[in-house]
């Protein structure tokens, strides 16, 4: 039975975001055992983590599916062994209208306690749909966050918002996913976000600079009553868990307060 984290469960001080063995990608990039990663948590100072892999149905085809049963089994092993850690057991779901039935069905059973719901094949064709410039590229994937706000599976947390600008080929000064801009679907976003308790995260996957979502989002999103958002490295290794968590902390402390 899913039975997700309920909106008042403090997360301050847990890594909401970590990647393991069981994702792809966190794989081949050499992530650690798990075990190990329960220990570079704490050698960080942090006070717990959120186990987030992977389920994009569709993709990483070349890979076997996640063993769902090996998958408990091996997190619940290390939230037993590590007592001192606050440990809960996720998966990041992409997000994407064409299999989202399908992402629906696989993960409807299982005992998952947070779910980060992330448009990351916002695009076909992602390279053709930046060069048609900033304001066309950020507003497809925005409507791709909007349609999964009513996704068929439950979650707790939109992911990284703002994320094509990891990736978007514009000069930095061109780069911005800024509120003023993309008001009218952001707002919609901040709207649904509150009235449901859906979670925003602060993803820290961006070298370092606070725009996973802006300083200006997230203004807006806390003059509409929106709580203040979790921290997520999105670390695939563990050298990676807990990556500029002060710098975020202090970010989001100048704009929610304490
Ligand atoms: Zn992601
Ligand atoms: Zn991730």
């Given at each position: 039975m899913t039975e997700l984290l309920p909106y008042s469960a403090d997360l301050r001080g847990i890594d909401c975001h970590v990647h393991s063995r069981f994702s792809p990608d966190a794989k081949?990039?050499?992530?650690?055992?798990?075990?190990?990663?329960a220990q570079a948590v704490r050698d960080k100072g942090l006070r717990?983590?959120?186990?987030?892999?992977?389920?994009d149905v569709g993709h990483w085809r070349e890979f076997d599916p996640i063993d769902f049963d090996e998958?408990?089994?091996?997190?619940?092993?290390?939230?037993?062994?590590?007592?001192?850690?606050?440990?809960?057991?996720?998966?990041?779901?992409?997000?994407?209208?064409?299999?989202?039935?399908?992402?629906?069905?696989?993960?409807?059973?299982l005992p998952l306690e947070y779910v980060i719901n992330s448009a990351h094949y916002w695009a076909q064709g992602v390279r053709?749909?930046?060069?048609?410039?900033?304001?066309?590229?950020?507003?497809?994937?925005?409507?791709?966050?909007?349609?999964?706000?009513?996704?068929?599976?439950?979650?707790t947390t939109i992911g990284h918002i703002g994320f094509p600008?990891?990736?978007?080929p514009y000069d930095k000064s061109e780069r911005a996913m800024a509120y003023e801009l993309f008001k009218p679907k952001l707002d919609k976003i901040i709207k649904t976000a509150v009235s449901r308790n859906i979670r925003i995260e602060e993803n820290t996957n961006a070298?370092?600079?606070?725009?996973?979502?802006?300083a200006d989002f997230l203004q807006a999103y806390?003059?509409?009553?929106?709580?203040?958002?979790?921290i997520g490295s999105d670390a695939h290794v563990s050298s990676s868990i807990g990556q500029y968590f002060d710098k975020a902390e202090k970010f989001l402390t100048d704009i929610f307060g304490e």
């Open positions: 081949n990039a050499g992530a650690d055992a798990p075990a190990r990663i717990g983590f959120i186990v987030t892999d992977h389920i998958y408990f089994k091996t997190w619940n092993r290390v939230r037993a062994d590590n007592p001192d850690l606050t440990i809960y057991i996720g998966l990041e779901v992409g997000f994407e209208m064409r299999t989202a039935e399908q992402s629906a069905e696989l993960i409807k059973d053709d749909i930046f060069s048609r410039g900033r304001l066309d590229a950020y507003s497809v994937y925005l409507d791709a966050v909007l349609a999964s706000l009513d996704a068929p599976y439950p979650f600008e990891r990736y978007a070298g370092g600079e606070m725009r996973l979502p802006r806390k003059a509409a009553g929106g709580a203040r958002p979790v």
